[in-house]
Each structure stands twice: as C-alpha cells, then as structure tokens.
C-alpha cells in the first residue's frame, strides 16, 4: 500500500509526532494508517502529544554565542522536573535549539518552531524530544543579539539564572571586567543600564510614591508641598542604586559603583537576565500522588 504527503499530515495531525516520525511510520506499516499510529504509539512518539496539557515549570537558561558572526543567544527552554532538567540530554536539546536561534534570528518563538530543523522543523525536534525526555517540553522565551562588539553570558547553578552582556568599544584585556559585570547583573537584578535609560513615567511613579510616604509621616506635617517635592527628588538616588546597573555597588567590592569598575574600558549596550520559572505555576504534587499517576498511566 502506497502513501501520499497529504496521509502524513493526517498521521502528524492524529499523532502530534514529526514529520519524518510519521513518514517512517507509515513505510513501515505499509501504508495503513492505523497502523502506523500503532506503531508511533509503540516507539512512545505519539505519547508526546498528550504531554501538552502538563505545567513545565522546570527547565534551563541557556547561552549560546557566535564571536565570528557577533550573534549571542539566551534562551529559556521547560520541562516538568528538575531532575529531567539537571540532565545531559536535556541540555543538548537547549545547545540545539540556540544554535538554531543564533543561525536564524527568529522574532518569536512561533517563529522559531518553524525554523527548519535538518529535514524537520523545531516543532518538530520538540515533539520528538518530548517522546524521549518522558515529559512536555516547551520554549518559553529567547533574546537574540546581532553586534560588531562584544558579547558576554553567564549561566548560574546549572541554567537557573542566565545573563547576556553586550559592550561596544571594548578594550582588549577587559574580558575579566566584563565577566564580572554578566555575575552583577546575574546577582543584582538591575532594570536599567543607566538612569538615562529609566522611563519618566517610572521616575515619576518613584517620585509620587516618595512623596506619598513622607506625607504619611507626620514629622512632615508642617512642610509645603514644594519641600516634600525636593526631597522626593533627592530620595530617587536609592531608587537608581537599586535599579540602574551602573549605580549599583559592585558585588565583589562595595566601596565602587560598577561604572568605576568598569571606568573607559568598555560601554555596556545592552543586557538581558532570564531566572528559570519566573512567574510560572508549579506544580504542587506529592510525591505518593505522583507515583499513583505513573503506575495508572503504565496500566494504559
């Protein structure tokens, strides 16, 4: 019995495996399609589509950089369990999805689980994956930078914590200072590069919050308006140490301000942190439920 391409879209649509998973399903079944769903459903592909519906709320940030095309790659990449993400295989899957980035430069990641993938697509290679991890894998989010600088990452505890450096007008001999920036931005979560950078509609919202608390006070009381004003102007200093990367006090010494740090030895562009999870729901389970689960879907 003979196939067309438009049965292996109907197996793909059915099954939820990739394209040459199904093309090779239905060689060997000759054809039949409930066959060849059979025999996907044997080799644990088609299993992979039922995983969709799970929370992947582990996973891993990883890095990926091209010095000799100036393309540097974060990606986030979930699965379900932090023991599935702390392994190799797990992390292969995250080397090849960012180089897939990198060579690219999808604008999303719809985008991206279209990029060709060898003879398949990402989506593809996920659904696959899928199949051989055991658990749902998704792409939750990436940053793709394109410069004629420099390009820094850091991946902290393994890929719980990822950060993307950008310097222009670097200094040879700097790749220390520079490393050091990605581990500050990694620890101190900065918002901004500089205050220039801090939209006025965040100053003013710092401002009117300043000035909010000084008016509950009442040691202000007796204090015009136009004082409190000043003074909540004045009180923005901690707000920018906090939030702006080159006020904050350098986490290896605190007596400088990372600008000192980095003093006329490069200018930092641009950054981008990613801390694995962040506002996604977890799972809650025990693990006496869990185990339940796994022994009733092996019954299946």
Known sequence: MTFTAKDVMTLREKSGAGMLDCKKALADADGDMEKAIELLRER????????????????????????KCGTGVLVEINCESDFVSRGE???AIVDEVAKVIAAEKPAT??????????????????ISQTAVIGEKISI?????????GKIETYIHMGGKVGVMVEAADFTAGAEETLHDVALQIAASRPEYVSREQVPAEVIAKEKEIALVQM????????KP??????????????FYGEACLMEQPFIKDDSQKISQVIGSKFKVVRFTRFEMGEGLEKKNENLQDEVAKQIEAMKK
């Open 140 to 148: 939750r989010r990436f940053a793709v930078y394109e410069t004629k």
């Open 225 to 238: 308006r136009n004082i409190l004003e000043k003074i909540a102007e004045g009180k923005l200093g901690k």
């Open 44 to 67: 644990g592909i088609a299993k992979a589509v039922k995983k969709e519906g799970r929370i992947a709320a582990e996973g891993v940030v990883g890095a990926f950089v091209c010095e």
């Open 89 to 91: 295989k797990f992390h």
């Open 215 to 222: 008016q509950n006070d009442p040691k202000n009381a007796a």
């Open 109 to 126: 990641v719809e985008e991206l689980e279209g990029c060709k993938m060898g003879e398949a697509t990402v989506k593809d290679f996920i």
